[in-house]
């Protein structure tokens, strides 16, 4: 955390500084604004929020909900202070934080204020479907799709499912023979009955679970022209030759690289 700089912020957003962002897709791409569940619907080209996104993983700053919002809390504290008492930009939503965009996931970007998208040139696409393993982790219907459990639960599991024993399963709303999940684990007699949902326990990770996803690849690259300030263009510019992680756009999977060259400042 100590190598994280942030101090971009603590300057007014004035977006003096004119670059282009150049992105090229290294696997298919699937862009997808909402999570249906049934169908993972791929947009042509990334909204604002994706890029804002790629940007900041290539800056190394990939928060949770929860540290971003100190995080913006702390920095616009930080920003008013380096104004001094009565300053009118303190009125700017930069540091009121009054016109934030919020994506479909709640993500916030710390660069928003201070870096715009002008205008984009973005290529043809060809799209396509093909199955993704999306990850789920209910609290019932789990045992089916999970690969990794706890070995110390395969005996009952085996009984319950078997058709020539009285073990069963039973809704969470109905009695059951056991209330603690590690008496399972015990002697039990060969009619227990057993909620479903405690043996979630012994199934601690994600399940697979194959869902049509549709994706695009692209005929060349993205290009944005953005302005934005010249210590960020100059921090954005250096950080995509040595990234802080991998760049994607949409899903993890959809790798791509980017550059920014400054056009005037």
Do not use: C
């Not at 916030?108 to 393993?133: R, Y």
Request: no cysteine; net charge negative.
């Amino acid at each position: 955390m100590s190598d994280i700089d942030l101090s971009f912020f603590l300057e007014p957003p004035d977006l003096d500084t004119t670059a282009v962002l150049t992105i090229e897709a290294l696997a298919p791409l699937s862009m997808s604004t909402a999570q249906p569940g049934t169908y993972y619907r791929s947009q042509p080209a990334p909204t604002e929020a994706m890029l804002y996104g790629m940007l900041e993983n290539a800056l190394g700053w990939h928060f949770p909900e929860d540290v971003r919002s100190d995080i913006l809390d702390d920095l616009r504290q930080a920003a008013k202070d380096e104004l001094g008492r009565g300053h009118p930009r303190k009125k700017e939503p930069w540091i009121t934080g009054e016109k934030d965009a919020e994506s479909g996931s709640g993500y916030v970007s710390l660069i928003q204020h201070h870096l715009e998208f002008e205008m984009a040139v973005l290529p043809d696409t060809t799209h396509f479907d093909d199955l993704w393993a999306r990850h789920a982790h209910r609290k019932d219907d789990f045992e089916g799709g999970s690969r990794t459990n706890d070995y110390r639960v395969e005996g009952l599991y085996n009984r319950l499912k078997d058709d020539d024993h009285e073990a069963s399963f039973v809704t969470r709303k109905k009695d059951a023979s056991v209330s603690d999940p590690e008496d399972l684990l015990g002697d039990l007699p060969t009619d227990v009955t057993v909620r479903q949902n405690e043996l979630k326990p012994f199934f601690p990770y994600y399940y697979s679970s194959p869902t049509q996803r549709e994706y695009v690849i692209l005929d060349g690259p993205y290009r944005y022209r953005i302005r934005t300030t010249a210590t960020l263009a100059s921090q954005i510019e250096a950080t995509l030759n040595n990234p802080a992680a991998p760049l994607y756009l949409g899903n993890n999977d959809g790798w791509v690289e980017a550059q920014l060259e400054v056009i005037s400042s």
